[in-house]
């Protein structure tokens, strides 16, 4: 066990539904911290660069273009086993398959739009935290 940071995204369906508060509070409720967070419109090539990974999977453009239908809000959360914990919290990929009390089955409908990023690795959750934040856009939270 360690302490871990992980890039999180309140997708734009959700931003949509004014569900940021709600999901933060799920993030807080868990113990982990917010060290960093920013709203922003994504630009197509942003999304694609995020999701190069997916590049060749016949979602990939749905996807960009979903990611980009509106703001999103980006934050990184701090805390033991971050990484593994914030992926808990939001439950399968697909929120039909999401168990009960997760952020994707509580407040979304279908994998097109599933409410929530989360980090699955620490080498993902380095590179997407440098993606959106740079090397020194986080605020350690100390107090
Ligand atoms: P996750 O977001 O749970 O890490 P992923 O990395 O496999 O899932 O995929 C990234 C996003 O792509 C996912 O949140 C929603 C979309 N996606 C994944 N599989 C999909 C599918 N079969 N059809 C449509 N969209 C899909
Ligand atoms: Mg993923």
């Given at each position: 066990?360690?302490?871990e940071?992980?890039?999180?995204?309140?997708k734009?369906?959700?931003v949509a539904?004014n569900?940021i508060?709600?999901i933060?509070?799920?993030?807080?409720?868990?113990g982990?911290?917010?060290?960093?967070a920013?709203?922003v419109?994504l630009?197509?090539?942003?999304?694609e660069?995020?999701?190069a990974?997916h590049?060749?999977r016949?979602?990939?453009?749905?996807?960009?273009?979903?990611m980009?239908s509106?703001?999103?809000?980006?934050?990184v959360?701090?805390?033991e086993s971050?990484?593994?914990k914030?992926?808990?919290?939001?439950?399968?990929?697909?929120?039909?398959?999401?168990?009960?009390?997760?952020?994707r089955?509580d407040f979304?409908v279908?994998v097109d739009?599933?409410?929530?990023?989360g980090?699955?690795?620490?080498?993902?959750?380095?590179?997407?935290i440098e993606y959106?934040f740079?090397k020194d856009?986080?605020c350690?939270?100390?107090?």
């Amino acid at each position: 066990m360690a302490i871990e940071r992980t890039l999180s995204i309140v997708k734009p369906d959700a931003v949509a539904k004014n569900l940021i508060g709600q999901i933060y509070s799920r993030f807080e409720a868990a113990g982990l911290k917010i060290v960093a967070a920013k709203m922003v419109q994504l630009t197509r090539e942003q999304a694609e660069g995020f999701y190069a990974v997916h590049k060749e999977r016949p979602f990939f453009n749905d996807l960009v273009s979903f990611m980009i239908s509106g703001p999103v809000m980006i934050q990184v959360l701090e805390g033991e086993s971050a990484i593994q914990k914030n992926r808990e919290i939001m439950g399968a990929t697909d929120p039909k398959k999401a168990a009960a009390g997760t952020i994707r089955h509580d407040f979304a409908v279908s994998v097109d739009e599933n409410a929530a990023h989360g980090s699955d690795a620490p080498e993902t959750a380095a590179v997407e935290i440098e993606y959106f934040f740079g090397k020194d856009g986080i605020c350690p939270r100390t107090r």
